[in-house]
Nanobody, 126 residues
Framework: QVQLVESGGGLVQAGGSLRLSCAAS????????MGWFRQALGKEREFVAA????????YYPDSVKGRFTISRDNAKNAVYLQMNNLKPEDTAVYYC???????????????????WGHGTQVTVSS
């Protein structure tokens, strides 16, 4: 069982940056592909980024590619999401997720998370 806790959300102006963190407990993250998803008010959950456990391959949708960077530190049992050049449409609750899927692209394509955090709010003002 993996427990995930997100932090780092907040209010930022358009063009600004935020760094989200996801701390894990209960199990080592080294065996999981990790990802970030987001859900805006009234919208469906959307995949944001993933990083595989085998070789740290990453995968992003076009909406965030070039602006967001996912990374992991298995020694600290943590995953991060660096978000740059934020836009108002990035406003959402951001969730950290862990999956046993091997590939980051699979996590994105399937939208699958086997364990989820409770989320952290990111608000981007125009």
């Amino acid at each position: 069982q993996v427990q995930l806790v997100e932090s780092g959300g907040g209010l930022v102006q358009a063009g600004g940056s935020l760094r989200l963190s996801c701390a894990a407990s209960g199990s080592a993250l080294g065996s999981y592909t990790m990802g970030w998803f987001r859900q805006a008010l009234g919208k469906e959950r959307e995949f944001v980024a993933a990083i595989s456990y085998q070789n740290s391959d990453t995968y992003y949708p076009d909406s965030v590619k070039g602006r967001f960077t996912i990374s992991r530190d298995n020694a600290k049992n943590a995953v991060y999401l660096q978000m740059n050049n934020l836009k108002p449409e990035d406003t959402a609750v951001y969730y950290c997720a862990a999956t046993i899927l091997r590939e980051a692209k699979s996590m994105g394509a399937m939208g699958r998370g086997d364990y989820w955090g409770h989320g952290t709010q990111v608000t981007v003002s125009s």
